[in-house]
């Protein structure tokens, strides 16, 4: 089944808003990371976040182990926030399991 | 920032033949990962690779596939024969022991 849960499947917004993305896992986790997928499809790191709180400019990254949980915050919105966001599951060791994604569009 | 690359970013093959994408991973990254991308579907993971031996495979990684390393050089992903269902975007990944992936742009495979 579907180790990785992403929520929303796909989110508008209009620019300035904030938003908040939700990757739920089945199985416990040794570390879990969110990436940004372009819509030409290279795929850029934003947290690398095995517990607890990260920040990096307007992204905040909160991973709950013990929930198997992990959201992302984007605060102010820009349109060139659109794009796809990813999360992935380490479960063991050394091995990632991506979620679907959520699809964000944010308009001006 | 690190940067894996990719070669080449699109490949047209005919179904049956061979075909081989190349990664070249971060130069002191240890763990090397191929995944797999339908267009607007899931990343798929399909191998890792580490001390020039495969660690895990899912059941996309097909008896058609393999995966080496020869000597340092490029991580390599190779399909033979190809079939139409390959036809997909492929993305190598490397690692540290510290865990954080970095993603190649992919290869664009399409297979006619």
């Known amino acids: 089944g579907q180790q990785v849960q992403q929520s929303p499947a796909s989110l508008v917004l209009q620019e300035g808003e904030n938003a908040e993305l939700q990757c739920n896992f089945s199985?416990?986790?040794?570390?879990m990371q969110w990436f940004y997928q372009r819509p030409g499809g290279s795929l850029v790191s934003l947290f690398y976040n095995p517990s607890g709180t990260k920040h990096s400019g307007r992204l905040t990254s909160t991973t709950v182990i013990k929930e198997r949980r992990s959201s992302l915050h984007i605060s102010s919105s820009q349109t060139t926030d659109s794009g796809t966001y990813l999360c992935a599951l380490e479960p063991g060791y050394q091995n990632f399991y991506f979620g679907k994604g959520t699809s964000l569009t944010v308009i001006p | 920032g690190p940067k894996v690359l990719q070669i080449p970013s699109h490949q047209i093959i005919d179904m049956g033949q061979m075909v081989t994408l190349n990664c070249d991973p971060v130069s002191n990254h240890l763990y090397f990962y191929w995944y797999k991308q339908i267009l607007g579907q899931q990343m798929e993971f399909l191998v890792n690779?580490?001390?020039?031996?495969?660690?895990?495979k899912s059941k996309l990684f097909k008896d058609q596939f393999s995966v080496e390393r020869p000597d340092g050089s490029y991580f390599t992903l190779k399909i033979q024969p190809t079939a139409l269902e390959d036809s997909a975007v492929y993305f190598c990944a490397s690692s540290t022991s510290q865990n954080t992936l970095y993603f190649g742009a992919g290869t664009r495979l399409s297979v006619l």
């Open positions: 199985t416990s986790l040794n570390s």
């Open positions: 690779f580490y001390n020039g031996k495969v660690m895990e």
